[in-house]
C-alpha cells in the first residue's frame, strides 16, 4: 500500500465509524436522526450497486445488443434499472443497520480488519487487471471482485463462529421459549427500528439454538422443521449482512459515473 491509498483507506474506515458510532448512540438517536442515518447508508450502497448495475448494463448492451433494436432502446433505460438499486440500498441499510446494534467486540474488530483486507486488495486488483481488461472497465471490476472477497471473507468468519461458538446455551429448550426468554432486544429509541431490530435478535437467536439442538429435534418434528428453518435464514441473513457491508465499504469508494455512458455511438 502507498501514500496514494491512504485516502481509499480512510474514507472505507470512516463507514466502519459511522456504524459504531451509531450502535453506541441508537438507545439516544430519535427517529429524526435514525431516518437521516439510514438515507446516508442507503446512499452508500446505492452508489456501489449503481456502478456495478450499470458496469454490467453497459457491457451487456455495447457487447451483446443489435444497437437498433427494439429491446436495446427499451434496456437502455437507466432509470428504472436505479430505482430498483436505489430500494435493494435501502433494505440492505436497514438490515445492516438493525443487525450492527448487537455486535460484540469481537465483530467490530472484524468488521475493521475486513476494512484493512479490502485496503490491500483494491490496488493490486488494480494492478493485476491492468493490460488484462479495457482500461474503462478496470477499476469497476478490481472494486466488485474486492466485495465479493469481502463478503466470502466476512460469511465465512460468521459460520465458523455460529458452528463452533457457544454464545449462549439454548440446548435443551425449545424454540417458543429461546424467543420469549433467549432473546435479548437493543436498547432502541426509535420505535420502528427497536421493533426490527428485537426480530433481528430473535432470529439470531434461533439461529444459535439450531445448531445446538438440530440433532436432539430430529425426533420432535415441529421442533426440527423450526431448527432447519431457523438454520437456513440464518445462514441467508448472515450472508446477505456481509455483502451488505462489503457493499458499503465499497460505495465509499466507488464511481459509478464512469459507467454512465455506454458510447458515443449508442448512448441516448
Not at 439470531?204 to 432447519?228: F, K, Y
Amino acid at each position: 500500500m502507498t501514500y496514494a491509498d491512504l485516502p481509499r483507506l480512510l474514507t472505507m474506515t470512516l463507514v466502519w465509524l459511522l456504524l459504531l458510532t451509531w450502535q453506541l448512540n441508537a438507545y439516544r438517536s430519535n427517529c429524526v436522526a435514525t431516518l437521516a442515518l439510514v438515507i446516508l447508508v442507503t446512499l452508500l450502497l446505492f452508489v456501489s450497486g449503481a456502478e456495478l448495475a450499470l458496469y454490467r448494463r453497459r457491457v451487456f448492451l455495447n457487447e451483446c445488443m443489435e444497437h437498433k433494436s427494439s429491446l436495446f432502446r427499451w434496456l437502455r433505460r437507466r432509470y428504472v434499472l436505479l430505482g430498483l438499486e436505489l430500494l435493494k440500498s435501502a433494505g440492505l441499510a436497514v438490515l445492516l443497520l438493525v443487525s450492527v446494534l448487537s455486535f460484540s467486540p469481537r465483530h467490530w474488530s472484524l468488521l475493521f480488519a475486513d476494512v484493512l483486507l479490502v485496503g490491500l486488495l483494491l490496488p493490486r486488483f488494480y494492478g493485476a487487471l491492468k493490460g488484462q481488461l479495457r482500461e474503462e472497465y478496470r477499476f469497476t471490476t478490481a472494486r466488485r471482485s474486492a466485495m465479493w472477497v469481502s463478503t466470502l471473507f466476512l460469511w465465512l468468519e460468521s459460520m465458523l463462529v455460529l458452528v463452533f461458538t457457544v454464545a449462549q446455551d439454548y440446548d435443551g429448550l425449545r424454540w417458543q421459549e429461546v424467543i420469549t426468554y433467549g432473546a435479548t432486544d437493543p436498547d432502541v429509541l426509535c420505535r420502528p427500528l427497536a421493533s426490527l431490530a428485537a426480530l433481528a435478535a430473535a432470529v439470531d437467536a434461533l439461529g444459535q439454538w439450531s445448531i445446538q439442538n438440530l440433532a436432539r429435534s430430529l425426533t420432535d418434528l415441529p421442533q426440527a422443521l423450526m431448527a432447519s428453518i431457523s438454520l437456513l435464514v440464518g445462514v441467508g441473513l448472515s450472508l446477505l449482512l456481509s455483502y451488505a457491508y462489503s457493499r458499503a465499504l465499497i460505495g465509499a469508494v466507488a464511481r459509478p459515473w464512469t459507467m454512465w455512458r455506454l458510447n458515443s455511438r449508442t448512448d441516448d
